[in-house]
């Protein structure tokens, strides 16, 4: 058997599963049942491919949280990303950006209407788009959470060591513990435990969580990708509540450690200082993003344009906010597979590979919720 394949071996899965019919009847008696948000749009699309919902005793709820890069991302970035590309400068991203709306349109439409909008593989690829041409100004789309800000942010490092001066990026860096505390200060939402991402804990460790366990008393399991990763996570999760812990607990100790990924979090710490940022659905949380310090002020787009990220619209009727929250399903939202389909989507849970509507789309659609 393959090394992948052993996390993915169904005579593991059926006692994993049973384990959870226990734990799941040992919480019979908890009203309302028991919500579990899986943080991350990579266990989003894990728990749908796999089909892992159906293994869930009837009492147990996993809900899709606000881990997916793309989506928590506010119109108004994506409508700042396409002025400046009016303004001549050439847009240089990652795919997934190009199709997510903006206020009036995505950076896709964008392109087919003239704008210079480049699609890039990595960030070094926008360096040298800036180097092949220093007449033109390269901003790129600095989106994501503590698992690529490291490698992301890195290109100011490498921008000053080729002595490149036309390249600049629009940052939108977020932190994945500040999102967690946010769900859990919202009464509405009722999340009983995290199952924590495996990439993002791999950057922040264990520790990265403890603050957020041990203010609210929640069980943040961090689990791996692979469908016994996930069943494996959650048996940690329902044993917690059913013997009434609240712990960080590491699943994933083959790659995550205590500490994180030190290394990572100096290249962030020497380029980045913490702000409050707008996520699509939770608002402006304090410090939970990384912005540029002031002394690279010149590799940041926002102050190089003299331009402000602001918040955009949401296109009506999109429940993308309530969706990345866990305040609703995808197939709860009016436009879900209607007027929204990944071929011509309307909002970013839906572009996104990480999206819950594209997974609930892509493997859950037409099963009950
Ligand atoms: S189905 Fe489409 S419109 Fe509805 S929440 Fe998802 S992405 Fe937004």
Known sequence: MRYIEAFRDPAVAAPLRDRLGKLGTALAGKAGGVRIMEVCGS??????????????????????GPGCPVCVTAPGYIDTAIELA????????????????????????ARAGGARVAVCYSPR???????????????????????????VVSLVDLALRERVVNLSLLVSFKLVPPALR???????????????PAHVSAIIGTRGYEPVARAYAKPCVIAGFEPLDILYGLCGILAQLAEG????????????????????????????RPASVRWRGLGV???????????FGAFDA???????????????????????????????????AKRCT??????????????SCAAYYKYERGKQP
């Open 43 to 64: 266990h989003t699309m894990a728990v749908a491919r796999y089909g892992l919902r159906e293994l869930l005793p009837p009492n147990v709820a996993l809900i899709s």
């Open 86 to 109: 009016g303004r001549g400068a050439t847009i240089a991203s990652f795919g997934d950006m190009l199709q997510v709306p903006g206020s009036a349109g995505s950076l896709g439409e």
């Open 125 to 151: 690829a926008a360096l040298d788009l800036a180097k092949a041409d220093p007449s033109r100004e390269v901003v790129f789309l600095a989106i994501g959470f503590e698992t690529t800000i490291a490698p």
């Open 182 to 196: 946010a769900v859990l200060s919202d009464p509405e939402l009722k999340i009983d435990a995290f199952l924590c």
């Open 245 to 272: 812990r609240a712990t960080v607990e590491n699943l994933y100790a083959r790659v995550v450690r205590e500490d994180g990924n030190p290394v990572a979090r100096a290249v962030m710490d020497r380029f980045l």
């Open 285 to 295: 949380l304090p410090d939970s993003g990384l912005v540029l310090r002031d002394e």
């Open 302 to 336: 926002e102050k190089r344009f003299g331009i402000t990220v602001g918040a955009g619209r949401e296109f009506p009727g999109c429940l993308c906010g309530d969706v990345i929250k866990g305040k609703c399903i995808p197939t709860q939202c009016p436009l879900f």
């Open 342 to 355: 990944p071929m011509d989507p309307v909002g970013p849970c839906m572009v996104s590979v990480e999206g």
